[in-house]
């Protein structure tokens, strides 16, 4: 649930329609979806596995979500090239979503 509200969120604050690009074969599109999808889910792993309450879990994964739209917000600019298929920026952008995801996630087991 809280995997399928942070996509949706996510999806609305891209300037382009990523799932229309990735149906018309978009790479890029696909690529950088999938980084910020796999940079949400392993946060909210380990809150799964560390926390001791539904609301703390709630909690990291809200935290999580706006850690991710901030590594969003600060590549935009290559906004325009990603929605064109350059797949470049948009490896940089989901390595950059996945390294900082991964921070989160030992952020939380401590």
Avoid: D
């Avoid at 901030?70 to 490896?91: D, Y």
């Amino acid at each position: 649930m809280l995997l399928a509200l942070f996509v949706l969120i996510y999806v609305q604050i891209t300037p382009y329609r990523e799932f229309k690009l990735i149906a018309q074969g978009n790479s890029a599109a696909a690529i950088s979806l999938g980084g910020a999808v796999l940079g949400f889910t392993f946060p909210l792993v380990s809150s799964i596995y560390y926390t001791q309450s539904l609301l703390e879990m709630i909690i990291w994964a809200g935290i999580t979500c706006v850690v991710q739209f901030l590594v969003f917000t600060a590549m935009r600019h290559w906004s325009k090239h990603i929605e064109e298929g350059v797949v470049a920026p948009a490896i940089f952008l989901a390595s950059l979503s996945i390294a900082v995801g991964l921070l989160n996630a030992v952020s939380i087991s401590n």
